[in-house]
């Protein structure tokens, strides 16, 4: 972990971490559609629930920032 995540605070440093550990244990994706802001159309952070909004969900389903998004939330209902 470098100086520079961990500046930017817990949360962002975890969901970062979870973000790559996806990539590295399960093989999931960063999905990209044409829908989505961002350096070559990538769906991160807020962009990965736009996927859902448009009813992508074939797309939304294997994208790490909405694993990421799911984990906050049962981790902040807890």
């Known amino acids: 972990l470098c100086p520079r995540l961990l500046e930017r605070g817990p949360l962002h440093a975890a969901s970062v971490v979870l973000h790559e550990l996806m990539h590295h ?3 999931v994706d960063d999905q990209r559609h044409q829908g ?5 159309h990538r769906c991160y952070s807020e962009n990965a629930r ?3 909004r448009m009813s992508r969900h074939d797309l ?5 920032d909405n694993y990421v998004a799911f984990a906050r939330l049962v981790a902040g209902a807890v």
Not at 36 to 40: M, P, Q, W, Y
């Open 36 to 40: 989505c802001d961002g350096s070559k």
């Open 50 to 52: 736009e996927l859902v």
């Open 60 to 64: 939304a389903v294997r994208n790490i």
């Open 25 to 27: 244990g399960l093989g």
